[in-house]
């Protein structure tokens, strides 16, 4: 039982370039979500699921887009890397939406 | 949206001291109010969590407090040890919709030896 995975760990990104985080949980969850935090920002929404199939926007979604083909899997796409988007990306699953959230290791991500 | 705000951004505290770190939020329509703690490079984890129907929750040395009229909620942690160094993350939900948690922007937690 491996939880929550988030791949890759690290990446760094020329500006214009685009990349896929996947984010997989063997947990059988409903909801899942991705954040990214920042230094002195906490933990912003950028998109969320709530089942395979659905996908819906967070707080700070410009420049994201997601896709939730299978229950186990949400992907965060990045088109057109920008420098504004160097960040710690989290994922979180829950069963329950909000109420108790299981979070990936983390994917940090420099767009240079 | 929700809007929470959290304070002090850094706390240091000599060990065995108590520490007391305070959030508001601008929806009345929050409910579900969590604490995470981040320890240095590893996953936020929740530590605590209490509802809009209670005032009061306790887990050994970590408790967390609600004052609905206020919209405000803080996390007490007695008898402070080394191991509770990190970075402290309130959070709130309004239970509008299908939307995740609302978060602080975070306590740098020291604990001095």
């Known amino acids: 039982n491996a939880g929550v995975t988030q791949t890759p760990k690290f990446r760094v990104l020329k500006t214009g370039q685009s990349m896929t985080l996947l984010c997989a949980q063997d947990m059988n969850h409903e909801y899942m979500y991705w954040y990214r935090q920042d230094p002195g920002m906490g933990l912003r929404l950028i998109h969320y699921s709530v089942g395979e199939g659905t996908t819906a926007k967070g707080e700070v979604p410009d420049g994201y887009n997601v896709s939730r083909l299978k229950k186990q899997n949400f992907l965060l796409g990045l088109e057109s890397a920008a420098p504004s988007q160097t960040s710690v990306y989290f994922c979180?699953?829950?069963?329950?939406?909000?109420?108790?959230?299981?979070f990936g290791s983390g994917t940090r991500l420099t767009v240079v | 949206g929700e809007n929470v705000e959290q304070h002090p951004s850094t706390l240091s505290v000599q060990e065995g001291d108590s520490a007391v770190i305070k959030c508001t939020y601008s929806?009345?329509?929050?409910?579900?109010f969590p604490w995470y703690k981040q320890e240095l490079g590893k996953r936020p984890q929740l530590i605590i969590d209490i509802r809009s129907n209670v005032g009061e929750k306790k887990d050994q040395r970590i408790a967390v407090t609600l004052n609905k009229t206020a919209k405000h909620f803080s996390l007490h942690i007695t008898e402070t040890q080394p191991e509770d160094s990190a970075v402290y993350f309130c959070a709130a939900y309004s239970g509008g919709g299908a939307d995740g948690l609302t978060f602080g922007k975070g306590t740098h937690l020291i604990i001095q030896p």
């Open positions: 979180a699953s829950s069963s329950t939406g909000p109420y108790g959230y299981t």
């Open positions: 929806d009345s329509a929050s409910n579900y």
